[in-house]
């Protein structure tokens, strides 16, 4: 059976963002049967958990006695399980793959710092000054991305796990109108969540937070 862990509570500016969301979705599209370990801070900075994630974060993926860990070797050890997540060719591997660490190399870092500028220092005078060049060079990435999108409603031929990461970066900025006064972005990203796999994933993320109290532990 595989387990993923998740975290049992989070703010609910995180809620249908923490990055196991990404992992739930690819098995659920692969139709891979999984179980959830929900976890605390105390399991989250354990010895145990640390040996499964180094640097105490979620997802940890367990199969059989095989770990892995960070999000986006885990969508590609299910994708390569998956006709509907990766190409059979090797060129069409090879260049989903080159989406996917696109996804979070060269788009999501510079969302994720406007995030975390807007989020958490909204109110110090550095993070002020700092966000307009944070702000142009997210869009700046955007627009890229948009480009290449706008005769496209795949970065490939068809949906990938490329599409998959891709689209779980594009919901980071949901406290911005960022993507939403972007047409071909936001209708590729609304065109990926249409995806019954993605709605099981999401519903089940946020019934884990719906069912588990604020803990400690």
Not at 67 to 75: K, R
Not at 109 to 137: E, G, S, T, V
Request: aromatic share 10%; proline share 5%.
């Amino acid at each position: 059976m595989i387990t993923v862990s998740a975290f049992r509570w989070v703010p609910d500016v995180a809620r249908g963002l923490v990055r196991d969301l990404r992992v739930r979705w690819a098995l659920e599209e692969a139709g891979l049967a999984y179980e959830v370990w929900l976890i605390g801070p105390a399991q989250q900075k354990s010895d145990a958990y640390r040996s499964l994630q180094p640097f105490g974060q979620v997802p940890a993926y367990e199969e059989d006695g095989f770990v892995l860990f960070e999000s986006g070797a885990i969508i590609h050890h299910i994708a390569a399980k998956s006709t509907v997540l990766m190409p059979t060719d090797d060129k069409g591997r090879a260049r989903t793959l080159s989406w996917m660490f696109a996804a979070l190399n060269s788009i999501e870092p510079h969302i994720d710092n406007l995030a975390d500028l807007d989020l958490f220092h909204a109110n110090d005078d550095w993070a002020k000054q700092r966000r307009p060049a944070a702000l142009q060079m997210a869009q700046t990435r955007l627009d890229a991305l948009s480009d290449w999108l706008k005769d496209r409603d795949y970065l490939e031929e068809r949906f990938t796990a490329a599409d998959l990461l891709m689209t779980t970066v594009l919901r980071i900025p949901r406290h911005t109108d960022l993507i939403a006064r972007m047409p071909v972005l936001d209708a590729y990203r609304r065109r990926c969540e249409a995806r019954p796999a993605f709605k099981r994933a999401l519903d089940a993320q946020m019934a884990d937070f719906a069912e588990s109290p604020q803990a400690v532990a």
